[in-house]
């Protein structure tokens, strides 16, 4: 699979790349100077919807858009920083910037890439978008609080492929002909309708206190639980339980149980362990549990799930 992005530096965009690729993956590029990043805006803004990616191999430096700004991360880390606040974002977070929101990007990782999906105000007030601005959802309700609220923050959900969705998105942009303004428009809606479907938010994001127990779970999800968490950074189970909740928008529980799936997933695609070892690997005592929790997590058996990706490994039910 072609791990690859050729960027087109008069747009600042993913004007080049292959469909198949595989959004874990990384482009190669040269340095982007932010003067090259300004002239791509200045370029695109001429449409309604643009965007604009880039690789973090530099700061970006403070600033504020005349368009609404929904940032997501394809690879590594970023910090995203708004005065005294700032927030982590890794592969797979989303984040919405609200209209004249202010913020600068710090490198974490200068591997890291990144893209934004811009949107001009009239676009989403009263254009393609008016009917969810003017909700009462909680996507409608933030973009219009943009002078209090300035982001809202959406941690990588593994059991929705928005990966897929936005990789469709950027094979639309690429496209560029005459129905692509409409066809991106309805893409565009429809991640914003997985968001609401998704309805794990934050108006924090993810702070060093944070991504030290994300670390801890990280290390330890095989055995982790609240307790342990708890009793590890010295924390009652409640207050860890509502912190986790405020700034990632799941509960602790659910973030063990991703992790577990997300590991049991990559042993079945990538190695010919037995299932029930898999399931031993990644925590669960007991095999029939783990069954009914990854059927539920990905809508199918384990068993059906390797099969997709080798057709070689039938024996283990």
């Given at each position: 699979m072609n791990q690859v992005f050729f960027q087109h530096y008069d747009k600042i965009?993913?004007?080049?790349?292959?469909?198949?690729?595989?959004?874990?993956?990384?482009w190669t590029d040269r340095k982007i100077t932010t003067d090259k990043q300004l002239k791509g805006i200045e370029a695109a803004e001429q449409q309604d919807i643009f965007l604009i990616g880039h690789r973090m191999s530099q700061e970006t430096p403070h600033h504020s858009h005349?368009?609404?700004?929904?940032?997501?991360?394809?690879?590594?880390?970023?910090?995203?920083?708004m005065g005294s606040k700032s927030f982590y974002m890794s592969s797979g977070d989303i984040c919405i910037?609200?209209?004249?929101?202010?913020?600068?990007?710090?490198?974490?990782?200068?591997?890291?890439i990144i893209f934004n999906i811009c949107i001009k105000a009239d676009e989403m007030q009263?254009?393609?978008?008016r009917?969810?601005?003017?909700?009462?959802?909680f996507i409608g309700t933030f973009l219009r609080e943009n002078d209090n609220l300035d982001?809202?923050?959406?941690?990588?959900?593994?059991?929705?492929?928005?990966?897929?969705?936005?990789?469709?998105?950027?094979?639309?942009?690429a496209r560029d002909g005459a129905t692509t303004p409409f066809l991106l428009a309805s893409e565009v809606l429809q991640l914003f309708a997985e968001l609401l479907e998704f309805n794990e938010y934050s108006y924090y994001g993810i702070d060093e206190k944070v991504l030290a127990i994300l670390s801890y779970i990280e290390a330890n999800y095989q055995t982790a639980s609240l307790a342990d968490a708890a009793a590890h950074f010295n924390y009652s189970e409640s207050y860890l339980s509502r912190y986790i909740k405020k700034h990632t928008g799941k509960q602790i529980t659910k973030i063990i149980t991703e992790k577990k799936m997300e590991n049991a997933g990559l042993l079945l695609q990538n190695t010919d362990l037995p299932i029930h070892n898999i399931a031993s690997e990644v925590g669960y005592q007991s095999y029939s549990?783990?069954?009914?929790?990854?059927?539920?997590?990905?809508?199918?058996?384990?068993?059906?799930?390797?099969?997709?990706?080798?057709?070689?490994?039938?024996?283990?039910?």
């Amino acid at each position: 699979m072609n791990q690859v992005f050729f960027q087109h530096y008069d747009k600042i965009l993913m004007d080049d790349f292959l469909p198949s690729i595989d959004f874990e993956g990384l482009w190669t590029d040269r340095k982007i100077t932010t003067d090259k990043q300004l002239k791509g805006i200045e370029a695109a803004e001429q449409q309604d919807i643009f965007l604009i990616g880039h690789r973090m191999s530099q700061e970006t430096p403070h600033h504020s858009h005349n368009f609404y700004e929904v940032i997501c991360i394809l690879n590594g880390v970023i910090e995203n920083c708004m005065g005294s606040k700032s927030f982590y974002m890794s592969s797979g977070d989303i984040c919405i910037m609200n209209l004249a929101s202010a913020h600068s990007l710090k490198v974490v990782d200068p591997d890291a890439i990144i893209f934004n999906i811009c949107i001009k105000a009239d676009e989403m007030q009263h254009g393609t978008f008016r009917n969810l601005y003017r909700s009462d959802t909680f996507i409608g309700t933030f973009l219009r609080e943009n002078d209090n609220l300035d982001y809202l923050y959406f941690p990588n959900n593994h059991k929705r492929n928005l990966a897929g969705l936005l990789q469709i998105i950027l094979t639309t942009y690429a496209r560029d002909g005459a129905t692509t303004p409409f066809l991106l428009a309805s893409e565009v809606l429809q991640l914003f309708a997985e968001l609401l479907e998704f309805n794990e938010y934050s108006y924090y994001g993810i702070d060093e206190k944070v991504l030290a127990i994300l670390s801890y779970i990280e290390a330890n999800y095989q055995t982790a639980s609240l307790a342990d968490a708890a009793a590890h950074f010295n924390y009652s189970e409640s207050y860890l339980s509502r912190y986790i909740k405020k700034h990632t928008g799941k509960q602790i529980t659910k973030i063990i149980t991703e992790k577990k799936m997300e590991n049991a997933g990559l042993l079945l695609q990538n190695t010919d362990l037995p299932i029930h070892n898999i399931a031993s690997e990644v925590g669960y005592q007991s095999y029939s549990h783990f069954h009914k929790i990854f059927k539920d997590w990905y809508s199918e058996t384990p068993l059906a799930y390797r099969t997709k990706f080798d057709n070689r490994l039938p024996q283990n039910k």
